[in-house]
């Protein structure tokens, strides 16, 4: 397949052009949630990014597998080996089971993402729903000799491995640079031979509410275990890109890379890693721990402490495109209102296209040459920004240029005589497929529908009032035509929907 795609590799540190490894399908993987709270903008980032990517993987004509997993046990407080699991702490506190506050706030993320416009994965498998699997992996490691056994947990080795592969190579650390940073961390964690070592399975404490039987003890899986063992049940020992955010590439992807390896020997889980950015506030990273975080209810809605006034779903999405996915991207009131204004001129360039036809009686130019060329330029900007690396906001920056002559056709549509009509269907279209089918962008209504039924009624009334008895029954019969009735009371005029 010919394209011009090339994609940052982690893995590389370089820009690589992206070759599948079984062309046309392509297998993505990426870093989902974990459901113990409602998740925030800065988890937001992530999922929209790499929804463009699989669109326009899709617009190039691969076949897309694209995973995107639950986290629903295993990940204790502060991402480590020691602690409470985050979602049975919830439970706990709130006094129920712990699938019950995984399912609440599962559902409150779908949710969330759908109103930013992300297509849903075409897997999203659970870590309690793949026990077996990380169970039947823990087993090959020991078998490998990458992991040992500690009064009924099981950890990963991570000296033993770095002497056969290289700990590290993802983020770009250095063992012994590690080691020298976390002497002094075995305290309380004697199970563990060496610091670095890291949990597959923990033996549960009788107050820990969600265990399994395994053959080692009656415990759950370790944090970093789901994604190796899911990624591989559904895209293979080997597969094309994984994906997440620069947070998790220490320890989280580090350590997916390394348990891959230990289990098969061969492979390091993806052949490209892509990593987005932080979003910050103030320039700090938009985290939990810190407080700063802007929940996506008061973002939609109004009430988070760092904002004026709420954004509407398709607004936080153009803000996020704004930015190429590895640039850090600060939130504040001026950047969202800008966003606001961008997204709506794209909006407006929509509803501009249909307009755009030359005008009957005109005659087309003999020579177009010059203008279509113009226009398929403008149009091939937009893409070559989305093939170096998707870098949207350069992608969004040609639309602007590509809109800019679209509204200077419909200031003038004679000026359309000056390209050919092959041309302007071929801009237009594209123009179309990158605002809606590759970046996402729909149009949002903007007006509360309450609202305006009550203006209409007021106009109603003011009619009756005059005797312009025609303009009642254009009222009514419009109002009829949307399924509402105008009843006149003696208490006024009231509507009701039509049983019709």
Same mark, same amino acid.
């Given at each position: 397949?010919?394209?011009?795609?090339?994609?940052?590799?982690?893995?590389?540190?370089?820009?690589?052009?992206?070759?599948?490894?079984?062309?046309?399908?392509?297998?993505?993987?990426?870093?989902?949630?974990?459901?113990?709270?409602?998740?925030?903008?800065?988890? =937001?980032? !992530?999922? +929209?990014? /790499? *929804? @463009?990517?699989?669109?326009?993987?899709? #617009?190039?004509?691969?076949?897309?597998?694209?995973?995107?997993?639950?986290?629903?046990?295993?990940?204790?407080?502060?991402?480590?080996?020691?602690?409470?699991?985050?979602?049975?702490?919830?439970?706990?506190?709130?006094?129920?089971?712990?699938?019950?506050?995984?399912?609440?706030?599962?559902?409150?993320?779908?949710?969330?993402?759908?109103?930013?416009?992300?297509?849903?994965?075409?897997?999203?498998?659970?870590?309690?729903?793949?026990?077996?699997?990380?169970?039947?992996?823990?087993?090959?490691?020991?078998?490998?000799?990458?992991?040992?056994? =500690?009064? !009924?947990? +099981?950890? /990963? *080795? @991570?000296?033993?491995?770095?002497?056969? #592969?290289?700990?590290?190579?993802?983020?770009?650390?250095?063992?012994?640079?590690?080691?020298?940073?976390?002497?002094?961390?075995?305290?309380?964690?004697?199970?563990?031979?060496?610091?670095?070592?890291?949990?597959?399975?923990?033996?549960?404490?009788?107050?820990?509410?969600?265990?399994?039987?395994?053959?080692?003890?009656?415990?759950?899986?370790?944090?970093?275990?789901?994604?190796?063992?899911?990624?591989?049940?559904?895209?293979?020992?080997?597969?094309?890109?994984?994906?997440?955010?620069?947070?998790?590439?220490?320890?989280?992807?580090?350590?997916?890379?390394?348990?891959?390896?230990?289990?098969?020997?061969?492979?390091?889980?993806?052949?490209?890693?892509?990593?987005?950015?932080?979003?910050?506030?103030?320039?700090?990273?938009?985290?939990?721990?810190?407080?700063?975080?802007?929940?996506?209810?008061?973002?939609?809605?109004?009430?988070?402490?760092?904002?004026?006034?709420?954004?509407?779903?398709?607004?936080?999405?153009?803000?996020?495109?704004?930015?190429?996915?590895?640039?850090?991207?600060?939130?504040?009131?001026?950047?969202?209102?800008?966003?606001?204004?961008?997204?709506?001129?794209?909006?407006?360039?929509?509803?501009?296209?249909?307009?755009?036809?030359?005008?009957?009686?005109?005659?087309?130019?003999?020579?177009?040459?010059?203008?279509?060329?113009?226009?398929?330029?403008?149009?091939?900007?937009?893409?070559?920004?989305?093939?170096?690396?998707?870098?949207?906001?350069?992608?969004?920056?040609?639309?602007?240029?590509?809109?800019?002559?679209?509204?200077?056709?419909?200031?003038?549509?004679?000026?359309?005589?000056?390209?050919?009509?092959?041309?302007?269907?071929?801009?237009?279209?594209?123009?179309?497929?990158?605002?809606?089918?590759?970046?996402?962008?729909?149009?949002?209504?903007?007006?509360?529908?309450?609202?305006?039924?009550?203006?209409?009624?007021?106009?109603?009334?003011?009619?009756?009032?005059?005797?312009?008895?025609?303009?009642?029954?254009?009222?009514?019969?419009?109002?009829?035509?949307?399924?509402?009735?105008?009843?006149?009371?003696?208490?006024?005029?009231?509507?009701?929907?039509?049983?019709?």
């Amino acid at each position: 397949m010919q394209h011009a795609l090339s994609l940052y590799n982690t893995l590389t540190r370089r820009k690589e052009a992206f070759e599948p490894l079984h062309s046309p399908f392509v297998g993505v993987y990426l870093c989902g949630p974990t459901v113990y709270n409602d998740a925030h903008l800065g988890n =937001a980032r !992530g999922p +929209v990014v /790499f *929804d @463009v990517l699989v669109r326009y993987l899709r #617009h190039l004509g691969y076949t897309v597998r694209y995973v995107r997993n639950i986290t629903d046990v295993g990940h204790l407080e502060n991402d480590a080996d020691e602690g409470e699991d985050k979602i049975s702490k919830r439970a706990r506190a709130a006094q129920l089971e712990p699938m019950q506050v995984a399912e609440y706030y599962a559902n409150r993320y779908h949710n969330h993402m759908e109103a930013l416009g992300c297509l849903p994965p075409d897997i999203e498998p659970r870590a309690s729903g793949h026990i077996t699997e990380q169970i039947g992996m823990i087993e090959e490691i020991i078998a490998n000799g990458f992991a040992y056994e =500690a009064n !009924g947990s +099981v950890y /990963f *080795d @991570v000296p033993r491995y770095n002497e056969q #592969h290289s700990y590290g190579k993802l983020s770009n650390r250095n063992i012994e640079e590690l080691l020298a940073g976390t002497r002094d961390n075995l305290a309380g964690q004697d199970e563990k031979r060496s610091p670095l070592d890291f949990a597959l399975w923990k033996k549960a404490s009788e107050s820990h509410l969600m265990r399994w039987p395994s053959p080692w003890s009656e415990g759950f899986p370790g944090w970093h275990l789901e994604c190796s063992a899911m990624s591989r049940k559904y895209l293979g020992q080997t597969f094309d890109i994984h994906g997440g955010g620069l947070d998790l590439m220490f320890p989280h992807h580090e350590c997916e890379i390394a348990q891959s390896q230990a289990s098969h020997s061969h492979s390091d889980e993806a052949r490209v890693w892509m990593h987005n950015n932080m979003i910050t506030v103030n320039g700090q990273k938009m985290s939990k721990s810190l407080g700063n975080f802007i929940t996506f209810n008061d973002l939609f809605k109004g009430g988070a402490a760092a904002l004026s006034q709420p954004y509407s779903p398709m607004t936080v999405r153009f803000f996020l495109l704004q930015a190429q996915y590895r640039s850090p991207i600060d939130v504040s009131d001026d950047a969202l209102q800008a966003a606001r204004k961008g997204y709506r001129k794209l909006m407006n360039g929509l509803r501009l296209l249909d307009k755009l036809q030359l005008p009957e009686g005109t005659e087309r130019a003999a020579d177009t040459e010059k203008t279509d060329a113009e226009l398929r330029k403008l149009v091939a900007d937009c893409f070559a920004g989305l093939n170096d690396d998707l870098n949207t906001a350069r992608a969004v920056a040609s639309l602007f240029n590509l809109l800019r002559k679209f509204n200077g056709f419909g200031a003038n549509l004679a000026t359309l005589a000056n390209v050919s009509e092959a041309a302007l269907a071929e801009a237009i279209g594209a123009y179309r497929s990158l605002v809606t089918d590759i970046l996402g962008l729909v149009d949002e209504p903007r007006a509360n529908a309450e609202d305006l039924l009550s203006l209409t009624l007021a106009f109603y009334q003011e009619a009756k009032a005059t005797k312009s008895y025609d303009k009642v029954d254009q009222i009514r019969a419009a109002l009829k035509e949307q399924g509402i009735v105008v009843k006149d009371t003696k208490a006024g005029v009231d509507w009701a929907y039509s049983e019709e």
